[in-house]
């Protein structure tokens, strides 16, 4: 149990487009789900924290209007990164809570960007 | 958030108990120790957590010291599959989704050898 799903798996698309990746808790409600992203060789970032229904919460340095977040239900969160370059090219990966407790996080396998 | 210190890399003989280090000197008394690892293009997994007393899972034991300031993260028998990156997380066990974000350091590459 507790699989957390995203589509596609890997996108490359050209400069200045939108694309949009999906994040899917596959055999439980999510209460929360978070966003990160990761540059070659460095870390996970975490980007946003989104609970369904209500407007996602950015960190500090994240653009909102670039890094559209929608979570329209307890099992589907949305990532649209607008208009999209080069420098957005990494490896986006979301996150599903299960409840409230920490260790009832889990992750998604992630979803390559590639901008051309 | 009390941060963690780990030594960037680490090297391990297939077979052999990998032991991965972490300090948290500024722990809080209500956040726990939580170990994940990531490999490669994958996202990360979950391997264990603790807040005071010793662990073990059927991957690994989590060894807390008295003091709560440091920790060690065994894999009793490294296997190839176990080459990763590991993370040492520190955090309240309950939360809002605020205060229970799981905030990721640069972790440890535990390269296991043949």
């Known amino acids: 149990g507790a699989v957390v799903s995203q589509h596609p798996s890997w996108v490359i698309c050209k400069s200045g487009t939108s694309v949009k990746i999906e994040c899917r808790s596959l055999?439980?409600?999510?209460?929360?789900m978070f966003w990160y992203r990761q540059f070659p060789k460095q870390s996970l970032m975490l980007m946003a924290t989104?609970?369904?229904?209500?407007?996602?919460?950015?960190e500090q340095g994240v653009e909102k209007d670039k890094f559209l977040i929608n979570h329209a239900s307890l099992t589907l969160s949305t990532l649209t990164v607008t208009s999209a370059h080069p420098e957005d090219s990494s490896f986006y990966i979301c996150?599903?809570?299960?409840?409230?407790?920490?260790?009832?996080?889990?992750f998604g396998p992630g979803t390559r960007l590639t901008v051309l | 958030d009390a941060k963690t210190t780990q030594p960037p890399s680490m090297d391990c003989a297939e077979g052999r108990a990998a032991n991965l280090p972490c300090n948290h000197s500024?722990?809080?008394?209500?956040?726990?120790v939580y170990w994940y690892r990531q490999i490669h293009s994958q996202g990360p997994q979950y391997i264990i957590h603790g807040l005071k007393n010793n662990e073990t899972n059927e991957m690994a034991s989590l060894i807390i010291t008295e003091d709560r300031k440091s920790s060690t993260l065994i894999l009793p028998h490294a296997t190839l599959r176990d080459t990763a990156v590991y993370y040492c997380i520190v955090r309240v066990g309950r939360g809002s989704s605020n205060t229970g974000k799981l905030i990721f350091g640069q972790g440890t590459t535990l390269q296991v050898k043949p």
């Open positions: 989104s609970n369904e229904g209500s407007k996602a919460t950015y």
């Open positions: 500024t722990i809080s008394g209500n956040e726990y």
């Open positions: 996150s599903a809570r299960k409840g409230t407790w920490v260790q009832e996080q889990f």
């Open positions: 055999d439980f409600q999510a209460t929360t």
